[in-house]
């Protein structure tokens, strides 16, 4: 069964940590996606990768960082985790072309105190 | 960005009770879909859509692509109990490299 693993379910930080998001799939797809979804806001992409070493910019970037140094794994980075970034993180990816193709982890719930 | 309004934003409904639920968007969408989320799970693709007019089943659930390409619903029939979770519309337009974008969810109790 393909999968999307992210590495926690739960995380709790202090205000100022760097903190480290983990995804990674064995599907072999191109395209990796962070969203952040929140209570009434639904899903708001954070960033996406087309490829290894590429990154682009979705709709909530401000605040977060990300790393795809190999094809199977995608890394998002808080720089100094605040209050407003305690959420719900879910990792997905994709192959190319795959439109409806979106597999999604079970999600991170990040509490930062 | 594209905006996608989805409701309602919560439903109670008795177990064999019927569902409806619907998104709207600001734009046109060339694709429609629909996830389910379970609790402390991520969401699941239950139905794509990608014609305006379509209408396609899955089992009890039945999703439409309005004509206008605004719009979308989502109907179940029949609700039982593992229904629970959070419904989430999706679209994706010829834009923006065809990302999707999601509604805000509609989150369903179902009562037995």
């Known amino acids: 069964d393909v999968k999307v693993t992210q590495s926690s379910r739960y995380l709790v930080k202090r205000t100022g940590e760097k903190v480290f998001l983990e995804c990674v799939q064995d599907m072999d797809h191109e395209n990796m996606f962070w969203y952040r979804q929140d209570p009434g806001l639904g899903l708001r992409l954070i960033y996406f990768s087309y490829d290894v070493k590429m990154k682009e910019k979705g709709d909530i970037p401000e605040g977060y960082s990300v790393s795809r140094e190999k094809k199977e794994r995608f890394s998002l980075i808080l720089e100094s985790a605040s209050t407003n970034q305690t959420s719900m993180y879910l990792c997905?990816?994709?192959?190319?072309?795959?439109?409806?193709?979106?597999?999604f982890g079970s999600g991170t719930r990040l509490t930062v105190v | 960005g594209q905006q996608l309004n989805q409701s309602p934003q919560s439903m109670f409904i008795q177990e064999g009770e019927d569902v409806s639920m619907n998104c709207t968007s600001s734009?046109?969408?060339?694709?429609w879909l629909w996830y389910k989320q379970d609790p402390g799970e991520g969401p699941v693709l239950l139905i794509a859509?990608?014609?305006?007019?379509e209408l396609t089943s899955n089992g009890r659930l039945t999703a439409q692509f309005g004509i206008t390409r605004k719009d979308s619903f989502l109907n179940i029939s029949a609700s039982i109990p593992s229904d629970v979770g959070i419904y989430f519309c999706?679209?994706?337009?010829?834009?923006?490299?065809?990302?999707?974008?999601f509604g805000s969810g509609t989150q369903l109790t179902v009562l037995p």
């Open positions: 734009s046109i969408f060339n694709t």
């Open positions: 997905a990816s994709r192959r190319t072309g795959a439109l409806y193709g979106y597999t």
């Open positions: 859509l990608y014609k305006a007019g």
């Open positions: 999706a679209g994706s337009g010829s834009g923006s490299a065809r990302q999707l974008t």
